[in-house]
């Protein structure tokens, strides 16, 4: 369903660097002139470029995105 003045598409960012999440349909174009098209009803975009299924979101940006205490994601140790 495209945006209509009485339903706007719906963008939500968010400050922790993850993916921006848009109302879905959405049809995206990118750099390379390639249509992406999707009708789930919320989609997330890729903005850190790791992503395997760019330009969709595959979480790959929490591997090396800082936690909010400032650490970088480690692995949890297994317990004894």
């Not at 349909?25 to 750099?31: A, K, L, Q």
């Not at 098209?37 to 903005?47: D, F, G, I, K």
């Amino acid at each position: 369903m495209p945006s209509t003045p009485d339903r706007p598409t719906r963008v939500r960012l968010d400050r922790d660097g993850g993916p921006v999440l848009m109302d879905g349909p959405v049809e995206v174009v990118t750099e390379d002139g390639a249509t992406h098209l999707s009708h789930r009803p919320t989609v997330a975009l890729c903005t850190c470029r790791r992503s395997a299924r760019y330009p969709w979101c595959d979480t790959s940006h929490r591997a090396r995105a800082p936690r909010k205490g400032g650490a970088p994601d480690a692995p949890e140790e297994e317990s004894r």
